[in-house]
């Protein structure tokens, strides 16, 4: 946590020390501990509005006996401490239910996004060895077809009703006797938590964090968000919680702190729906990707919806000058950009309230993190020099490694230096500008999307001979993945009808083979692809062409 009352950045970093105590459990500092003072139970922690309109509050105090009941009732299907936890699940209570039981558990969470197709959750769910899933009625279907292949997997709860070889998810915290537990005693670096992400080759690879990630990222959070917590606040972010953003940048540290998380995702972002929740439920902080805020500034007249924001942090993608001036002119604040990965997060960032922001700039160091720019050696190289963004380690937001991948671990370090794959340049004082990706991979979003990964769907469809998906840039989504397609049936080069039907068709089979998210938003047929004399695919050549 940041320092009392800060001056100024210089004063915040001077005065900062880390204080992660040994033992530590997400579980019970997000919720557990705000229920010992006298009203902490009965302070609202997650309040839902659903899709039809309701809205359901639910308290620490419910959080606390929900999260027992789940442990106790895992534990009774026999998930033991260590063992991998799936939660596919949407923002709602129990999303946040099913983190902090595995976290109370000993087990180590992995948030699965309800927008994966089936290949991409068979693959998370094969390679983290999940013993439990913790799904609702819309996902628990996928799992069930996937289950007869995942030998790991002997426990599916669901939200929502029984089914097949699903258990109520409610019925069975009901039927659960929280009176005897105590959560595990975990050491800050026990695991706690795998969030897999995508690299240029290869399958995704998950990250696996510590439970001192969480205390790790609160200086991240407390400075673009106007040294957060303050009186009154409410936390909302569109990301969902099932990436790092979502879920560290935003739902637990704000139950860290005790300020209460509203949880809405609309199926389809909409700009003046989402002004008209914010008023709603009095939103004062939000997590807003640039994707969003592009969507935000298409609203006319903003103001007539009353909405009263104390903070915006925005990361994920390059926020711009345009978005910084709309902030300050549209919602009479400055956007504070941060910026991190799965691996390594909220490292950089902004915070206006001390002092100015360099428009363009991903910001400074934040308190206890120390970031450089690095050649391919390792050196620190001197400001104004370009070369990759890297970490230091040890930091307590740095990853333990990839999920049994120790190889792919290693390669993400220089000596002592975590590498992020991202370029940038850092000034005489210490403020960073970002430059680009030193690999292929696809920022669109917000979303960080592996070429590898849409190109092994795309080739499992029949009609596709050879497949490359690249980056091009987008206004709205920054980056858009668009696939260059060699067609199995060349007399579909010569035909736009077909090329449009079968483009429609790729899409659909990405969607829902891979991911709804990260499907090729534009295809082109082409004869053949660049390829390198080894026979490796110039994704290069293919940017360039666009
Ligand atoms: C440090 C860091 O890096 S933190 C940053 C981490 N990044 C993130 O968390 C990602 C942030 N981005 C987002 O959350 C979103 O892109 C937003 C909020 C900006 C915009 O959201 P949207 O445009 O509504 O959707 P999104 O980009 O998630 O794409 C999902 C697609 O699935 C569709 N979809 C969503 N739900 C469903 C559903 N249940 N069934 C079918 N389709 C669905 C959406 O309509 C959208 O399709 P379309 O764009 O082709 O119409």
Redo the contacts with the bound molecule.
């Keep these: 946590m940041l320092p009392d009352s800060p001056t100024s950045w210089a004063d915040a970093r001077a005065r900062f020390r880390w204080d992660i105590p040994a033992r530590t459990n997400i579980g019970v500092d997000v919720c557990d501990r705000h229920c010992t003072a006298p009203d902490g139970a009965e302070r609202p922690a997650i309040i839902v509005e659903d899709a039809d309109g309701t809205v359901t509050t639910t308290s620490f105090g419910d959080l606390k006996d929900q999260s027992d009941r789940l442990a106790v009732a895992l534990a009774a299907r026999g998930v033991q401490r260590g063992d991998r936890v799936a939660v596919l699940l949407p923002q709602s209570v129990e999303t946040a239910v099913a983190h902090i039981a595995a976290y109370k558990l000993g087990c180590v969470a992995v948030p699965l996004f309800v ?1 994966f197709g089936e290949d991409a959750l068979e693959y998370r769910l094969a390679d983290s060895g999940a013993r439990a899933v913790v799904t609702d009625a819309a996902n628990v279907g996928r799992v069930l077809d996937l289950k007869a292949r995942l030998p790991d997997l002997s426990c599916v709860l669901t939200a929502g009703g029984a089914t097949g070889a699903a258990e109520d998810l409610h019925a069975a915290m009901d039927a659960a006797d929280p009176s005897g537990f105590s959560p595990a005693d975990t050491a800050a670096d026990d695991p706690a938590v795998i969030i897999y992400t995508s690299g240029t080759t290869g399958k995704p690879k998950g990250a696996l964090h510590a439970h001192r990630v969480l205390r790790g990222h609160l200086p991240g959070v407390e400075m673009p968000h106007e040294l957060f917590p303050k009186e009154g606040d409410l936390f909302w972010t ?3 919680w099932a ?4 879920l560290l ?1 935003v739902l637990l540290p704000a139950l860290f702190h005790g300020v209460p998380v509203l949880a809405h995702r ?4 909409d700009a003046e729906e989402a002004f008209c929740l914010m008023a709603r439920h009095k939103v004062r902080n939000v997590f807003m ?1 640039p ?2 805020l592009k969507m935000l500034r298409q609203v006319k007249d903003p103001a007539r919806f009353g909405v009263r924001l104390r903070s915006i942090g925005s ?2 993608e390059t926020l711009g000058r345009e978005l910084l001036d709309w902030g300050r002119d549209a919602l009479g604040l400055t956007i504070n950009e941060f910026y ?2 799965t691996e390594c ?2 490292v950089l960032g902004n915070c206006a309230g001390l002092g100015e922001v360099r428009e363009g700039s991903m910001g400074r160091a934040i308190p206890g993190h120390t970031v450089a720019i690095i050649d391919d050696t390792g050196t620190e190289l001197p400001a104004g020099s370009d070369g990759h963004i890297a970490v230091k380690a040890p930091d307590p937001v740095m990853f333990l490694g990839y999920w049994n991948k120790p190889e792919a671990t290693a390669e993400k370090f220089i000596g002592d230096w975590l590498v992020t794959g991202d370029t940038g340049r850092m000034d005489d004082d210490g403020w960073f500008w970002f430059l680009g990706r030193a690999d292929d991979v696809i920022t669109t ?3 960080r999307v592996g070429p590898g990964e849409v190109e092994d769907a795309l080739i499992r469809h029949p009609a596709v001979r050879l497949a490359a998906a690249v980056g091009v840039p987008d206004p709205d989504r920054t980056e858009i993945v668009k696939a260059f397609i060699v067609p199995a049936d060349t007399a579909v080069l010569d035909d736009p009808d077909r090329q449009e039907a079968l483009a429609a068709e790729i899409q659909e089979f990405v969607k829902t083979r891979m991911a ?2 990260a499907y090729p938003r534009r295809i082109e047929f082409v004869a053949d692809l660049p390829m390198t004399t080894t026979g490796k695919i110039q994704r290069k050549v293919l940017r360039e062409h666009g």
């Excluded at 990436?243 to 979502?246: D, F, L, T, V």
């Design positions: 927008l569109p990301a969902d990436w790092i953003g979502g940048d609309a199926r389809k972002f990707p994707t969003a990361g994920g991190g990965q997060n909220l979003a917000g979303y709804r998210h």
